[in-house]
């Protein structure tokens, strides 16, 4: 009898567990997951260095269409592994996602270049930046659908 109650206790755990995990992938991929293969419009906009060279954030803009109302920006922290060649390791995950109008990203003029949908990115220390007037700390990031 004892025996059987073990096996029934443990059985009960393990389905549980089973639906628990079930519904953490299911919640996970409804709400959290960015899927960009939505978007029929993307391009790189921006990069930069952390000041002590160990991280680098590309920011990326996705549009459904080109003259889309509303762009996202996405941006991509890349850990600083540099390989033989000198090429950035692609140990990477994403830190910010942001839904805009864009009509709100602006054109700038840098040494007579004409930079369409200019996003400010600018490091506060290591593990800080700041991207689209946003406080970005690496370790956190920053989604809109969250925060």
Do not use: C
Request: glycine fraction near 4%; proline fraction near 1%.
């Amino acid at each position: 009898m004892n025996k059987r109650k073990l096996i029934i206790i443990l059985s009960s755990f393990i389905l549980f567990l089973i639906l628990a995990l079930s519904i953490y992938s299911y919640m996970y991929n409804k709400y959290y997951k960015i899927d960009t293969a939505q978007f029929g419009f993307a391009f790189f906009a921006r990069a930069a260095i952390s000041p002590d060279e160990q991280h680098n954030i590309h920011l990326t803009i996705y549009r459904a269409q080109r003259e889309s109302d509303i762009s996202y920006i996405m941006g991509i922290l890349n850990f600083a592994d540099i390989d033989h060649l000198g090429q950035w390791q692609r140990d990477s995950r994403i830190i910010f996602w942001q839904r805009v109008d864009t009509s709100s990203l602006e054109t700038k003029v840098i040494d007579d270049l004409i930079l369409d949908d200019w996003i400010d990115l600018d490091w506060i220390d290591n593990d800080t930046a700041v991207i689209n007037g946003i406080v970005v700390n690496i370790n956190t990031g920053f989604d809109y659908r969250r925060d």
